[in-house]
């Protein structure tokens, strides 16, 4: 009984020691198991929870085109025990939108640093899709009901890419949504969708065993993971193109900046482990660090150029 008390009272009187530190670190992961998202949190989070000296749980809570783990950050206390990864669409693509999600990247939550980029790959089923681009806009035109292609969910970066595709080609194309790239690529190797526009994650070794045609990267130049891939403007869409996909980490509004500060510092060393690093080239990503304060201003730029995009082919709100 004494010995309780006695550890009650160091809690309360020295709240930064190990023992009041044995709370773990909750990061939601927004996407379902098997996307790149996923596959990164798991890359990170063993070696995150060495030099923190607390447990990484990695909790996924896929849906809304990625926003809900930034949902849910948004209003868990700002302690630094809530974290979450968050992506290009529900960042800088989807709060632009005629139905964006109820909070602002850029201000109900802190970011705390940027992980990786990733290219996102239009890809097709060898045995009941299109062979290239060209064959894609051609044979959508050809029918009244279109082509289906999936993505990882409403207004995600893969969904919002393939409207802004529809606008630059006229291409007649009916959006079917999953809860990731994992189960949208799992569709498409069963058939049941010809087309699918995911992070080149989940589709890469599906391309490289012939099960999957890389029709094209959605972004402005070709990636280094996998350089024998065109853009889709190469494929035959001059012009088309944006910046490469990203992933970040980020906290609850109001979290004390010397908590930011360490989570994004241990971030970035984590990062640079060749294990790490090992274990993210065999995601088929590339490790992009910016500590917080970088990463704030390059969430800024992208959201302003993607809201100018969407304005442009009136898909904005």
């Known amino acids: 009984m004494l010995v309780g008390r006695a550890l ?10 190990a023992f009041a530190q044995t709370k773990p670190i909750q990061l939601i992961v927004p996407f379902a198991p098997g996307a790149s998202s996923d596959g990164i949190a798991r890359a990170i989070a063993p070696e995150l929870s060495t030099r923190m000296g607390r ?42 939108t005629p139905t964006p ?38 044979r959508s035109k050809a029918s009244s009901s279109g082509v ?35 189960p949208a690529v799992t569709d498409l190797l069963g058939g049941q969708i010809p087309v699918a526009c995911v992070d ?7 391309i490289q065993a012939g099960n999957l045609i890389a029709l094209g990267l959605m972004d402005l130049k070709r990636t280094p993971l996998a350089p024998d891939i065109p853009t889709v403007a190469e494929a035959g869409v001059p012009g088309f193109g944006r910046e490469g996909g990203f992933m970040g980490v980020f906290a609850p509004p109001g979290t004390p900046a010397a908590v930011v500060k360490r989570l994004s510092r241990e971030i970035g060393e984590v990062l640079r482990l060749p294990d790490v690093q090992a274990k993210v080239r065999l995601l088929t990503v590339q490790v992009s660090y910016q500590d917080d304060v970088e990463f704030a201003k ?7 150029k993607w809201k100018q995009a969407l304005q442009a082919v009136g898909l904005t709100n």
């Not at 606008?167 to 194309?173: H, P, R, S, V």
């Not at 390059?298 to 302003?304: G, H, Y």
């Open 200 to 206: 080149i994650t989940s589709a890469f070794p599906h």
């Open 298 to 304: 390059f969430l800024a730029t992208e959201s302003a």
């Open 148 to 182: 289906s292609y999936g993505t990882t969910g409403v207004n995600s970066g893969q969904h919002l890419s393939m409207e802004l595709f529809k606008k630059a080609t006229g291409a007649n194309l009916v959006h079917v949504p999953y809860r990731g790239s994992a």
């Open 101 to 138: 999600p109820p909070l602002d990247p850029l201000r109900d939550v802190v970011a705390v640093a940027k992980l990786i980029e990733i290219p996102l790959v239009l890809v097709s089923n060898p045995r009941i899709g299109p062979k290239s681009v060209t064959e894609l806009i051609e």
């Open 8 to 17: 009650l009272l160091a809690v309360l009187i020295f709240p930064g020691t």
């Open 55 to 96: 447990t990484v749980v990695i909790e996924n809570k896929a849906g809304a085109g990625g926003s809900l783990g930034l949902i849910a950050v948004s209003k868990a206390p700002p302690d630094g025990d809530t974290l979450t990864l968050a992506a290009t669409g529900a960042l800088v693509i989807s709060p632009h």
